[in-house]
């Protein structure tokens, strides 16, 4: 019995993905009835979290602010290039606190245009109506 259990839980180790970058316990992301899972797996993701600060995250990296970004989305461009990739080949993941302004992601949005970036990706809880 033991060893079923643990060859139980072997295989749901192996089988679910635990993405460790888009995932980030101080962001409390905004309910939507429109969320929805991607269609498909997304190639090039560039994962950034919006706190309600206005601070950045970017992998184990934190800014204060979004201009403060800029020298990662620099190297992210780099590690593109590198691939033989342009930055419009990634899609930026936008993981903003729920009491974040509209104005702040707008914000971050365009500093990530400014250094080549052009699809994005908002993330939000999808919120469950009753029937």
Not at 45 to 58: C, E, F, K, Y
């Amino acid at each position: 019995m033991i060893d079923m259990v643990f060859q139980l839980i072997a295989f749901f180790m192996v089988l679910l993905n635990f993405n460790e970058a888009d995932v980030n316990e101080e962001i409390s992301l905004p309910l939507s009835v429109l969320a929805r899972p991607p269609d498909g797996p997304i190639e090039k993701p560039i994962t950034l979290h919006l706190r309600n600060d206005g601070g950045v995250m970017i992998g184990a990296e934190s800014v204060p602010t979004v201009a403060g970004i800029k020298p990662y989305l620099r190297f992210e461009t780099d590690q593109l290039t590198i691939e033989n990739k342009r930055p419009r080949d990634a899609t930026v993941i936008i993981r903003a606190d729920r009491a974040v302004p509209t104005g702040k992601v707008q914000e971050l949005i365009k500093v990530c245009q400014e250094a080549g970036f052009e699809k994005f990706a908002l993330r939000a809880k999808e919120e469950i109506r009753g029937h």
